[in-house]
């Protein structure tokens, strides 16, 4: 069966890699794709919001199987085109896929159906979100309602900084209509979790648990990112916090849901809170999978992920049995000098091509005229060290990211540190 994946970073390669490994997968074509993936896909140079010309690419290669990866095209209602054309596709639909692209839709929901998040308003009107503010404890949290390339979150400790964040969600409307509505959310202390699990209706397979590192620098100091880093399994988090997490948070959701007339299929990827006292609250849902949580996740699944989305497609989900290897993964982000402000492209990468145990997912590279590796993004590479435990994983994967250089290269070199104490 000839497939193609849509879109073209770290996560695609890991799903493009994942997907190579089954006997059942013919040509595997990836759009937009890049470099590192066209060395083991036919990378398709259409863009993933353009639906009309990817769906014709898809009719005419004659492809069995679509997998959409990033969440733009999910929220603008990719699956529903493919659909609408006959076009197997593994995905939520455009009404499934709010729980990502409207953040009050998806408290609203959360609250509605009595599921733990954090306590929150809503607004589409400056001046009386602006007073609400000022009669909140700091710290507070306020967030644009849309899809804003994760900088729609404002943590603030000061009102100022909040006020600010405000002003420039709904007045200077830097997030354009993403920013229309505005969530003023609750401040929650405590640990970051991901759990992905596949989901279709009320079936919900879960994944095995990630944890990601927003900021840029060590110690969790500076800007928000997409990711810097990820590692799993998470030893020192009790497997009872995990299942609480699966059944108080992602099956309530995937039944609420369902309830809504909006069933999910595809990956749900819950971002929580774990609170002091150990109880697991919702922070967000994603409706697909998390970059750089793939690249440690798919790593340890030892069922043939072809099978499991077909399953998902096929209404078949909660029959196929899925196995995890104890493995542990941990991801460390090389990313571009600047990032996750403006940084330079086109810098010569060395130290690609060596042989290694880990595993290199290429997040932003292209090759030049010389048919040299250069950088291409702000996340350039993803690279995946696996070992008998965190601290062995970890040893490989910061051997790679030694080896491989470019001027600027930016690491965190704390990447699962919690998760050695
Ligand atoms: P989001 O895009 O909703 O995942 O938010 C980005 C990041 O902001 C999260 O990964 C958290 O680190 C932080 N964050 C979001 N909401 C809250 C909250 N209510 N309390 C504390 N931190 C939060
Ligand atoms: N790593 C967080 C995300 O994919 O949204």
């Not at 599921?115 to 009107?125: H, L």
């Not at 509505?181 to 992905?196: D, K, N, R, Y």
């Not at 998902?312 to 049995?321: E, F, K, R």
């Not at 996750?340 to 997912?361: C, E, H, M, R, W």
Request: proline share 5%; with cysteine; hydrophobic share 45%.
């Amino acid at each position: 069966m000839d497939i193609l994946v849509v879109g073209g970073g770290g996560r695609e390669h890991a799903i493009v890699w994942a997907l190579a490994k089954s006997p059942q997968a013919g040509r595997i074509y990836c759009a937009p794709g890049n470099a590192g993936i066209e060395n083991i896909a036919e990378c398709v140079p259409i863009g993933v919001g353009e639906f009309d010309r990817l769906t014709a690419f898809a009719i005419e290669k004659n492809i069995g199987f679509v997998v959409i990866g990033p969440d733009d095209p999910l929220v603008g209602g990719i699956v529903d085109a493919f659909e609408v054309k006959g076009i197997p596709v593994f995905g939520p639909r455009q009404n499934a896929a709010a729980i990502e692209g409207s953040k009050t839709f998806m408290k609203d929901l959360l609250h509605k159906y009595k599921i733990p998040t954090a306590a929150y308003e809503k607004f589409d009107n400056y001046e009386d979100a602006q007073a609400y503010l000022l009669k909140q404890e700091l710290p507070i949290v306020i967030k644009a309602d849309g899809l804003a390339a994760g900088k729609g979150v404002t943590v603030a400790f000061a009102l100022d900084e909040a006020e600010s964040a405000l002003r420039d969600i709904m007045v200077n409307k830097v997030f354009g209509e993403a920013g229309a509505q505005v969530v003023i959310e609750e401040f929650l202390a405590g640990q970051e979790m991901s759990i992905l699990a596949f989901v279709d209706g009320e079936i919900v397979r879960p994944m095995v648990a990630a944890q990601d590192h927003k900021q840029v620098y060590d110690n969790d100091q500076g800007p928000n990112t997409g990711g810097m880093g990820t590692y799993s399994p998470l030893p020192h988090i009790a497997s009872s916090i995990i299942d609480e997490a699966i059944e108080t948070i992602i099956k309530p959701t995937a039944k609420a849901m369902v309830a809504e007339g909006r069933p999910f299929r595809g990956v749900l990827f819950a971002g929580l809170m774990i609170s002091p006292d150990g109880t697991p609250k919702t922070i967000e849902f994603n409706a697909r999978f998390g970059d750089p949580e793939t690249q440690v996740v798919l790593p340890r699944l030892k069922t043939d992920l072809l099978e499991i989305m077909l399953a998902a497609v096929n209404g078949t989900l909660a029959d196929i049995p899925i196995e995890w290897s104890e493995e542990a993964a941990v991801c460390v982000v090389l990313a571009s000098g600047g990032y996750p402000a403006a940084y330079s492209k086109g810098i010569t990468i060395q130290g690609l091509d060596n042989k290694t145990d880990a595993l290199v997912f290429h997040a932003g590279t292209a090759k030049n005229e010389a048919g040299e590796w250069v950088t291409n993004g702000g996340r350039v590479l993803g690279v995946v060290g696996l070992g008998q435990n965190i601290a062995e994983a970890r040893i490989s994967a910061y051997r790679e990211a030694d080896r491989i250089q470019f001027e600027g290269k930016h690491l965190r070199t704390d990447i699962a540190a919690k998760a050695l104490i």
